[in-house]
């Protein structure tokens, strides 16, 4: 039996995804083994663009603004019960309350819920209950999950905007064991650009010819994140995720599938806002057999290595409106 008194939020949504002309619902439910009195209780909405700047990707003068003041989306408080006092057992009190004012339809500055390095896109949902000098306040805090609602968005299915590409000796900025670059090499391939959310990231490759042998064909998702700070812009390239499409030396001349699905909370669409912004890029690496590579230890595996090749390209993130309805 509960020997403490405890408060939570359950929302009515199991995946906690809105859109900001939606209201938010769900439920506050109180657990206590007693009767307890209360001066009100009070639901806060916080949405907020989080920027930092850490000390390794800026300079001197930079370093000193460490976090930078979050840009507010939204803020506000209802109040969902007056004062008065809570019976022993499970209490569940509904709420419901709208992200945007009556009137309102700009939706662009509600960005989508994205969890980067840099940059954090977070709204919550927090539970206010004063209980007086004499006792300490109840409080709890949920993460909701905001997608974008505009009304312009593109249709489902995206005209594919495939891009070719290809991998060789000739194509790289950086040096390559001799043997590498003596013997040379060519990859092709296809891959999109421009993606939807919710589907995978697809397209093929192709190894036509490599004078040593392969050791690992690998999808490496980037993200880019750009902050104003001063009169500089301070940008970041983090890994988000790897997959591995061949292991081994592939066979000449096979087509092999890229498909790849795109973690939700690490992505979100491609933003480009006044004081920051948030772009992907897919990289594309070639491991070759070298005892170099068995020697150096793993790092960042998006990095230039004598035994690797690297492409890199831009990918576009979108909402369609047939993702609106996804969940």
């Known amino acids: 039996m509960t020997t403490t008194t405890t408060v939570s939020v359950k929302l009515s949504r199991s995946n906690r995804i809105y859109r900001s002309s939606e209201p938010v619902e769900g439920k506050i439910v109180i657990k206590s083994p007693n009767s307890i009195s209360h001066q009100s209780i009070r639901l806060s909405v916080n949405g907020s ?10 300079g001197v003068i930079e370093s000193f603004y460490g976090v930078i003041k979050p840009i507010q989306i939204v803020k506000k408080t209802i109040q969902v019960r007056s004062s008065g006092r809570i019976p022993p057992g499970t209490t ?3 709420f419901s309350v709208n992200l945007r004012e009556s009137g309102e339809s700009i939706a662009e500055k509600f960005y989508e819920t ?10 919550l949902l927090t539970v206010d209950i004063p209980r007086g000098y004499l006792h300490k306040p109840l409080s709890a805090t949920m993460e909701f ?8 968005l593109p249709e489902r299915p995206l005209p594919p905007e495939m891009v070719i590409f ?24 296809k891959l999109a650009t421009q993606c939807s959310l919710q589907d995978p990231l697809s397209g093929e490759l192709t190894v036509e010819a490599s004078s040593v042998p392969i050791t690992s064909i690998d999808i490496h998702l980037l993200r880019v994140e750009s902050i104003i700070v001063g009169e500089r812009i301070v940008t970041e390239t983090s890994l988000i995720q790897s997959t591995q499409i061949a292991d081994g030396d592939v066979c000449r001349k096979m087509t092999l599938p890229i498909y790849v699905l795109l973690p939700r909370l690490l992505m979100c669409p491609s933003i480009f806002a006044g004081p920051f912004s948030v772009e992907f890029k897919v990289c594309i690496t070639i491991s070759f057999k070298s005892k170099l590579a068995k020697a150096q230890p793993k790092s960042d595996p998006t990095a ?16 369609t409106k047939r993702d609106q309805f996804s969940c």
């Open 49 to 58: 663009v989080n920027l930092q700047v850490r000390g390794g990707s800026a």
């Open 304 to 319: 230039p290595r004598l035994w690797m090749a690297l492409e890199r390209l831009p990918l576009e993130l979108v909402r």
């Open 166 to 189: 290809y991998i060789t000796q000739d194509t790289q900025r950086h040096p390559l064991l001799p043997e590498i670059k003596s013997g040379g090499f060519r990859v092709t391939g």
């Open 114 to 123: 994205f969890h980067g390095t840099n940059i954090n896109i977070q709204y």
């Open 92 to 94: 569940e009190i509904p």
């Open 145 to 152: 999950i905001i997608e974008s609602g505009r009304v312009d």
